[in-house]
């Protein structure tokens, strides 16, 4: 399996395997993969394992763990695969233009809804009254920065993009640091005091997340989400015009990488890094990460053309809307346990857990090569 950068006789970006790779790679750790490293902590004690089992954690609240790289790393690359390939939408014919805007309407609206399906809607059943559903989602918020970005791409210049960009991320800054509504705001970014707890407290229909004052998926922080977006647009459009030059390419996705998290991490210290609130700098610390494993994937498996192992995470990446409604729709324990308990049970104690992670990763990944084979891709 070889994928490569380059325009077809359609002129579409063909796909990159890097980037499906990566997109498999941040998918796998939301398949189950995160318990590897408690696993092996209680396997062998290792206190290298338990600080890694704590970064599959996500941070309290200031602060930022790997695991809370996963969702913005998602965002960015759905951002990365509009710059590989979309153009401005005057550069379509007249009928292709309704056809795209539609889908994108339509596409949104989709993830909104599933993103309600993946919360299970409510907790218990179908829901009496609407102020039992939970509204805000992951896949939602995904929808939405991946909308907004493809509308900025299809109707601002390149110069456009990047004004917006910087206007959102400052102006939320903004917003948080200077305005109070009803006693919130105006610098407290605390759980309780934070403007984004007024406006979903205010605003977001239905419940939130376990009935958090405010949402993880709340309103406000849908502003800044779309900047994790575009920047992964800047950097699909960088790569597909730095075709041959795969050198200067990989320096300029170093340097940029480089360049966000000393900016996030510096202002952190006024506005500080939180998943929660979406913040500012959140947004250029993730999207800094972002970019160094871009770098590091395109540069192994595009560059250096060691594409075989990559073959294995572009299985889960080829379905990632599939891997993620599953996480929640299918108990995929129940299935290890009546297809591998019998060997769970009879290993030695220290070692279940960890077998018990692995065969309910060979499981779904198996599910994926199956449908992976056969072309069977769920899209929206």
């Known amino acids: 399996m070889t994928y490569q950068v380059k325009n077809d006789a359609a002129g579409k970006a063909s796909r990159v395997l890097s980037v499906d790779a990566l997109r498999g790679f941040d998918m796998f750790w939301i398949l189950g ?7 092996l902590y209680l396997l062998t004690g290792m206190a290298l394992f338990n600080e890694l089992a704590k970064q599959m954690l996500h941070s309290p609240w200031h602060g930022v763990t790997a695991y809370d790289v996963i969702f913005p790393l998602f965002i960015f690359l759905s951002g990365v695969s509009i710059g590989l ?6 550069d379509y014919p007249v009928q292709q233009r309704r056809e795209k805007v539609t889908h994108a309407f339509r596409r949104l609206f989709l ?19 609407l102020d039992e559903i939970r509204f805000a989602s992951v896949l939602g918020r995904i929808g939405i920065a991946w909308f907004v970005a493809i509308m900025l791409v299809w ?12 206007m959102l991320l400052l102006g939320y800054w903004l917003l948080l640091s200077q305005v109070s509504i009803g006693g919130f705001g105006a610098g407290d970014y605390s759980r309780a005091g934070a ?19 405010v949402d993880p998926e709340g309103l406000l922080s849908n502003i800044t989400s779309v900047v994790n977006a575009l920047i ?20 300029h996705l170093a340097l940029a990488a480089a360049l966000l998290l000393a900016l996030g991490y510096s202002w952190g210290l006024v506005f500080p890094v939180n998943k929660t609130l979406w913040t500012s700098s ?14 590091l994937f395109y540069g192994v498996i595009d560059v250096l053309n060691i594409q075989k192992w990559g073959a294995f995470f572009a299985v889960i990446g080829a379905n990632a809307l599939l891997v993620y409604l599953a996480t929640s729709l299918v108990n995929w ?13 009879a290993m030695p104690s220290s070692w279940q857990m960890l077998l018990q992670v692995v065969f309910m990763l060979l499981l779904q990944w198996l599910l994926l090569l199956f449908l992976y084979r056969r072309k069977i891709f769920v899209k929206v």
């Open 111 to 129: 993830l909104l809804f599933l993103g309600v399906v993946y919360n299970h809607g409510w907790s218990s059943g179908i829901p009496v009254a």
């Open 195 to 213: 403007l984004n707890v007024w406006f979903d407290q205010k605003l977001l229909p239905g419940t939130s997340y376990q009935g958090l004052a």
């Open 155 to 166: 109707f601002l210049s390149h110069r456009g993009q990047y004004l917006v960009a910087v």
């Open 232 to 251: 992964g647009v800047f950097a699909g459009r960088h790569i597909k015009a730095s075709r041959g030059q795969a050198g200067k390419l990989l320096t």
């Open 85 to 90: 390939a979309a153009k401005p939408l005057a």
């Open 282 to 295: 959140f947004v250029l610390v993730t999207s800094g990460f972002s970019l160094l494993l871009l770098c």
């Open 33 to 39: 993969a995160e318990g590897l490293f408690s696993a």
């Open 333 to 345: 324990h129940y299935s290890v346990q009546s297809l591998f308990g019998g060997i769970v049970k």
